[in-house]
């Protein structure tokens, strides 16, 4: 399994803005965070919800690699008993 973004993770990613490469960044006044995969960065991308993981994958959707997979919860809550 990948290593799973958390909620900690995603703030830390949203705050160093975006990291595309040749990116301008004309767009940073959104407050969206946008997954691209690298295999394929211009293909669509599929989210996948496993509710008995507690994560969405998140996919590319043309060759089915996984790009992450995100943990619906904080990493304190997330972590085993």
């Given amino acids: 399994m990948n290593k799973l973004i958390h ?3 995603l703030e830390a990613m949203f705050a160093r ?3 595309k490469p040749g990116c301008k960044h004309e767009h940073d006044e959104q407050d969206a965070l946008i997954c691209n995969s ?3 960065p211009k ?3 599929d989210a ?4 008995h993981r507690g994560h ?8 089915n690699a996984i790009i992450c ?3 619906i919860a904080s990493k304190e809550r997330s972590l085993p008993a």
């Fill in 48 to 51: 996948y919800f496993w509710k």
């Fill in 69 to 71: 997979e995100v943990a």
């Fill in 7 to 9: 909620l900690e993770d």
């Fill in 17 to 19: 803005g975006c990291e």
């Fill in 56 to 63: 969405v994958t998140l996919i590319c959707r043309e060759c």
């Fill in 43 to 45: 293909s669509p991308v």
């Fill in 38 to 40: 690298r295999c394929h």
